[in-house]
């Protein structure tokens, strides 16, 4: 996964299934058949190779946010390697809970962010991904946290 410099918004194509969100207005958005055959309602890049995407999943089940964050939590620590770096509480433009993730990871010789923002409401679950190579994602930080601030669900 590979993120980069960001610093102006717009709206990224518009919308998805039942959300909308603004992206860096540096990044581009990536064609269907890298965005919908990896899974994601929506995807985009800067240049410099940081990615944000938004993966729509449906809650059959009605988990609850606590139940997929622990799930993720667990699967990116234990199966994929990832060092949780720090966690904390958000919300959703339109004002539902959710729960971020910011996780680290070395590969091939070097360091990557990647952060997984998740919503969750009795049918569907939202996970915002961003990410990238750590020497590229922090100069965008600022600007990928405004763009997750947008996240609204409709």
Do not use: K
Not at 2 to 26: E, M, N, Q, S, Y
Not at 34 to 41: D, L
Not at 57 to 76: P, Q
Not at 88 to 115: C, I, K, M, N
């Amino acid at each position: 996964m590979r993120f980069g410099l960001a610093i102006a918004f717009v709206t990224l194509v518009g919308c998805g299934p039942g959300f909308r969100v603004d992206a860096p207005h540096d990044f581009v958005s990536l064609d269907d058949s890298v965005t919908h055959g990896r899974g994601y309602a929506l995807r985009a890049t800067s240049a410099d190779g940081v990615v944000m995407g938004v993966r729509t999943l449906d809650n059959d089940r009605h988990g609850s946010t606590d139940f997929w964050v622990e799930a993720i939590r667990n699967r990116l620590r234990r199966d994929q390697g990832y060092a949780l770096v720090s966690e904390s509480d958000v919300r959703a433009a339109t004002g539902e809970a959710g729960h971020q993730l910011r996780f680290g990871h070395d590969d091939g010789g070097h360091p990557y962010t990647y952060w997984v923002t998740v919503f969750v409401t009795h049918d569907r679950i939202y996970v915002v991904e961003a990410g990238g190579r750590r020497d590229r994602f922090e100069p965008a930080t600022g600007a990928v946290e405004t763009s997750i601030g947008t996240f609204a669900i409709e």
